[in-house]
């Protein structure tokens, strides 16, 4: 089955840090573009990270200097790491991709999310 498969989330206290990944599994090919979201309760899933093919990355506002994305090509997983964190920052995150497995078409994949919380 092909699939993003998220880890890594948790509480922390305010300051704090967490590391997530994305795994793509299921005979996967390639990985393109990876991207991270979150949504908070009550809120619309905003976008927070993005690494290109080429490792370009961008950033939302409000993570730039906190957050850093990052990808293993030959584990086909990409990171986030989280520092500094502020109960703002608590949400489901969520990974996007674009995947290729053997013998199917390119097709836009979501993960399952993972919680983080922050606490003040």
């Known amino acids: 089955q092909v699939q993003l498969v998220e880890s890594g989330g948790g509480l922390v206290q305010a300051g704090g840090s967490l590391r997530l990944a994305c795994a793509a599994s299921g005979n996967i090919f390639s990985v393109s573009a990876v991207a991270w979201f979150r949504q908070a309760p009550g809120k619309q899933r905003e976008l927070v990270a993005h690494?290109?093919?080429?490792?370009?990355?961008n950033y939302a506002d409000s993570v730039k200097g906190r957050f850093t994305i990052s990808r293993d090509n030959a584990k086909k997983t990409v990171y986030l790491q989280l520092n500094s964190l502020k109960p703002e920052d608590t949400a489901v995150y969520y990974c996007?991709?674009?995947?290729?497995?053997?013998?199917?078409?390119?097709?836009?994949?979501w993960g399952q999310g993972t919680q983080v919380t922050v606490s003040s």
């Open positions: 690494i290109a093919d080429n490792g370009i990355t």
């Open positions: 996007n991709a674009d995947l290729v497995a053997l013998g199917r078409p390119r097709n836009n994949y």
